[in-house]
């Protein structure tokens, strides 16, 4: 079973920019960002799929640009960095790993096998 542990969330301002850190405590094939705000659905930030050369990287178009995927499959790490913060981007953002080979964006959370507790970001107006 992998755990996954996010960290770096916090209380910013609007404009300013963090860096979300996961640590999976065993290998994945992909792995991918979340977020998700009190009552609503969660919504697919960004996700990464580790392949030999290179990684494919996957993006939520409407955040693209101002939110950066990147990780090491070697060490089992991922981040997510976020610029340009706007008050809506205020959610819980989950980090989430698959144990499988996936044909698909991973845009899904079905296409994922294991989830961490989650890293709130507020960004004040």
């Known amino acids: 079973q992998v755990q996954l542990v996010e960290s770096g969330g916090g209380l910013v301002q609007a404009g300013s920019s963090l860096r979300l850190s996961c640590a999976a405590s065993g290998r994945t094939y992909a792995m991918g960002w979340f977020r998700q705000a009190p009552g609503k659905e969660r919504e697919f930030v960004a996700a990464i799929k580790w392949i030999r050369i290179g990684n494919n990287l996957y993006y939520n178009n409407s955040l693209k640009g101002r939110f950066t995927i990147s990780g090491d499959n070697a060490k089992n790490t991922l981040y997510l960095q976020m610029n340009s913060l706007k008050p809506d981007d205020t959610d819980v953002y989950y980090c989430?790993?698959?144990?499988?080979?996936?044909?698909?964006?991973?845009?899904?959370?079905?296409?994922?096998?294991?989830w961490g507790q989650g890293t709130r970001v507020t960004v004040s107006s």
């Open positions: 989430a790993a698959s144990d499988y080979v996936r044909l698909g964006v991973l845009s899904s959370e079905y296409e994922y096998d294991h």
